[in-house]
Structures are given as structure tokens and as C-alpha cells.
């Protein structure tokens, strides 16, 4: 079972940055797919971005621009920059990781609160 755990959530001001970090339990391989989403209140869980071990990178069309997702394969860590802010950037964030490319197995994290507001 793997575990992730997340950090960097808070709150945030409009038109400020933020960073988001999930760090996965060491597994003795890079992991295929690091990503997160997110979930505001009424909403269904929606893509913010993902990465591959390949470094591919898709990216939300809402947030596209705004924000960067990066890997550190040898921590088997991901982050997520956000910049210039917005309130609708409120919800909270879940880290998702596949491990294996061929097998539509994947983990999430339990969330960390995102909250832009002045």
C-alpha cells in the first residue's frame, strides 16, 4: 500500500503563489504518473495537472499558464506551483499517483485545503 503524504496548502491571496508537495513511499522504482486534483465544495473532482515518468506534462484548460507540475523521481516526489491566484482556485487538493503504466491501479492522498481569498 502505498502512502502519500501532502504538504503545502493554506491560504492564499489573490494573485499570490502557493506550492503543493506529495511525497509517496519509497517503492524501489519511479513511479509512471504523479498528479493532482482537486474538489470545490459542490463540485466533482476535477484535473488540475499530471505528469509522467516521461516528463510529459497535461495541465487543466482553467489553470493552464498559471501553474507548473514538476517531479523529483529520485524523492518520488511531485509539486504543484500555482501562481497568480484566484479565488475559484479554492478546494481542496488530492495527490494521485499511478505506479505502473499498464495497470489502472493508483493512490491518493488525503487532501490538503487550498483557500485564495484577501
Known amino acids: 500500500q502505498m502512502q502519500l503524504v501532502e504538504s503545502g496548502g493554506g491560504l492564499g491571496q489573490p494573485g499570490g503563489s502557493l506550492r503543493l508537495s506529495c511525497a509517496a513511499s519509497?517503492?524501489?522504482?519511479?513511479?509512471?504518473?504523479m498528479g493532482w486534483y482537486r474538489q470545490a465544495p459542490g463540485k466533482q473532482r476535477e484535473l488540475v495537472a499530471a505528469?509522467?515518468?516521461?516528463?510529459?506534462?497535461n495541465y487543466a484548460d482553467s489553470v493552464k499558464g498559471r501553474v507548473t507540475i514538476s517531479r523529483d523521481n529520485a524523492k518520488n516526489t511531485v509539486y504543484l506551483q500555482m501562481n497568480s491566484l484566484k479565488p475559484e482556485d479554492t478546494a481542496v487538493y488530492y495527490c494521485?499517483?499511478?505506479?505502473?503504466?499498464?495497470?489502472?491501479?493508483?493512490?491518493w492522498g488525503q487532501g490538503t485545503q487550498v483557500t485564495v481569498s484577501s
Open positions: 494521485n499517483v499511478r505506479p505502473y503504466r499498464l495497470i489502472s491501479l493508483s493512490y
Open positions: 505528469i509522467q515518468s516521461g516528463d510529459g506534462t
Open positions: 519509497e517503492t524501489g522504482f519511479t513511479v509512471y504518473a
